[in-house]
C-alpha cells in the first residue's frame, strides 16, 4: 500500500481519494441463500434471469371490453356481449368477429382479442355494447412486455429495495444469493466522550459520532458491531482494534487522525498493520486516514461531528457499498441554481449543508445554512443535501451548483 506524507502539506483531492479506496476495497464476503423476504438491503451475488414472461399473456390494462379493434367502425359502433372474464379466470373460448367481452383490470384477453376499451367510455345497450373509436392495441399488456423468459431480470451487485424485492416476487423467485452483510466495527476515540444520560465533567461532551454514524452504516446495510470508545492511550488502542479486526471485516473509527500529540490511534494503527495518513482537499473533513490493521481495511475519520458525518457520505459510503459488492456506488449530482453567492476562494472543495427551495415562479434553488462549522449538526438536520463548491471557485447567485442529496447518500 502506498504510503502518503501526513504533514507534507499536500492535500490529497477528494476524488482521487474515492477512486484509491475503491481500488483497495476487498471483495465482498461470502455468499449464502436467503429466502426472499429476508433479503432487503442485501447485494445480489448472482445475475438473475426470469423464470417466465412477465406478463405471462396479454391482458387487460383496464376495466372494460376487450375486442378485435378490426370489427370496430372507424366512427365506433355497436358489437355484441359474449361474456365477462375477471382476474384469475382462463380465458379459453376465443372471440368471434363482431363480438365483445366484459373484461376487468389484469384478466387475460380472450383468443383473438387484441383491444380493450375502457369502460366509462363504453354503453351497454341489451346484449350489446357501444365503444367509441379504438386502436388496435389499445390498453393491453403484452405478454413478456416487461421481461421474457430468459432474459436478465437483476444483475449481481444490485441492492435489494422494495421494488426489486415486488419484481422477483412478480417472476416467482422465493430464495436468492446474496452477499453476507459486512461486519463493520465502530470505534470512538477521545477521552472527552460521554454516552447521553450520563453527567458531563468540565471539558466533556457527548458522544455524537456513535450514533450517527451507526446510523448511517444500518442504511447502508452493513452489521455494526460498536466497539465504543478508545482511551486516548497507545496500549489502549491497540488493543481495541487488535480485537475489533480479529472480528469485523473493516475498522471505521472517529476521532484520533490530526495531528495532535494526544492522538494515539495513527501510532496504534502503524504498529499493528499500515497507514495511508491522507490530508484531503476537503471542508470540512481535511483529516482522514486509511490504511489496515491484521489485513482488515480501516478509515480513521475526523471526530467533529459535521466532518464526520459529510466524510462518511462523501468518501466512505462509497467504499463501505463497493466492498459489499454493489458496483454503482457513487451519488447522482444535480446541477440546480445556486439561491446564494460564494465569493470566497478555497484550496479545498467545499461540502455546504443546504436545503432546496421553490421560489414564486416554482424554480427550484439551492439554499445554504447561515452555520457551516465542521462541528455543529444542526445545519445537517435543517439541509436536505450538500451544496458542493470547486477548489479555487467562486458562486454567483443564480450560477449552476451541484447538488448532492440527503435521500441517496443516506441508502
Known amino acids: 500500500m502506498s504510503r502518503q506524507v501526513c ?66 367502425p372507424a366512427a365506433g359502433g355497436c358489437l355484441n356481449l359474449a361474456g365477462r372474464i375477471a382476474a384469475g379466470q382462463a380465458a379459453t373460448t376465443p372471440l ?23 369502460q366509462e367510455l363504453c354503453r351497454v345497450e341489451g346484449e350489446q355494447v357501444w365503444l367509441p373509436p379504438a386502436s388496435l392495441g389499445d390498453h393491453v399488456r403484452k405478454a413478456g412486455e416487461e421481461v421474457r423468459k430468459g432474459h436478465l431480470l437483476l444483475q449481481a451487485g ?45 471539558g466533556q461532551i457527548y458522544n ?87 489485513g482488515k481495511p480501516w478509515i480513521g475519520m475526523p471526530g467533529n461531528p459535521a466532518a464526520a458525518l459529510i466524510t462518511a457520505l462523501v468518501v466512505v459510503r462509497p467504499f463501505l457499498l463497493r466492498a459489499q459488492g454493489v458496483r454503482d456506488v457513487l451519488p447522482r449530482p444535480m446541477a440546480l441554481p445556486a439561491g446564494f453567492d460564494w465569493l470566497q476562494r478555497n484550496k479545498r472543495r467545499q461540502y455546504l449543508r443546504a436545503r432546496l427551495t421553490a421560489g414564486g415562479d416554482g424554480q427550484v434553488s439551492v439554499q445554504l445554512h447561515p452555520q457551516q462549522s465542521s462541528a455543529m449538526l444542526a445545519a445537517a438536520c435543517w439541509a436536505d443535501g450538500l451544496a458542493v463548491v470547486e477548489c479555487e471557485h467562486q458562486l454567483h447567485k443564480h450560477d449552476s451548483v451541484t447538488f448532492l442529496s440527503f435521500a441517496e447518500l443516506m441508502q
Not at 432487503?40 to 376495466?63: C, E, F, K, T
Not at 415486488?166 to 461486519?183: S, T
Open 7 to 72: 504533514d507534507s502539506g499536500k492535500l490529497i483531492p477528494v476524488d482521487q481519494a474515492i477512486r484509491h479506496l475503491l481500488d483497495q476495497a476487498p471483495p465482498p464476503p461470502a455468499a449464502q441463500t436467503v429466502l426472499l423476504e429476508k433479503a432487503l438491503g442485501r447485494v445480489l451475488a448472482q445475475d438473475i434471469h426470469s423464470p417466465l414472461d412477465l406478463p405471462g399473456w396479454d391482458n387487460s390494462a383496464m376495466d372494460g371490453f376487450a375486442l378485435r379493434a378490426a370489427d370496430l
Open 96 to 118: 368471434l368477429a363482431g363480438q365483445a367481452v366484459r373484461i376487468f383490470t389484469g384478466a387475460p384477453l380472450p383468443p383473438g382479442a387484441d383491444t380493450v376499451v375502457p
Open 158 to 202: 444490485k441492492r435489494l429495495r422494495a421494488q426489486e424485492l415486488g419484481l422477483l416476487a412478480a417472476a416467482g423467485v422465493c430464495w436468492v444469493e446474496v452477499y453476507r452483510p459486512l461486519r463493520v466495527c465502530l470505534l470512538s476515540s477521545g477521552d472527552e466522550l460521554r454516552e447521553p444520560g450520563q453527567p458531563l465533567a468540565p
Open 208 to 294: 455524537s459520532n456513535r450514533y450517527c454514524l451507526a446510523a448511517l452504516l444500518q442504511g447502508w446495510g452493513v452489521e455494526v458491531h460498536d466497539y465504543g470508545v478508545m482511551a486516548d492511550d497507545l496500549a489502549a488502542s491497540q488493543h481495541a482494534l487488535r480485537l475489533a479486526a480479529s472480528e469485523c471485516d473493516l475498522l471505521l473509527t472517529s476521532g484520533g487522525v490530526s495531528v495532535g500529540e494526544e492522538d494515539h490511534l495513527k501510532h496504534a494503527i502503524e504498529a499493528l498493520g499500515s497507514l495511508d495518513l491522507w490530508r484531503l482537499a476537503i471542508q470540512p473533513g481535511k483529516p482522514l486516514a486509511f490504511g489496515e490493521v491484521a
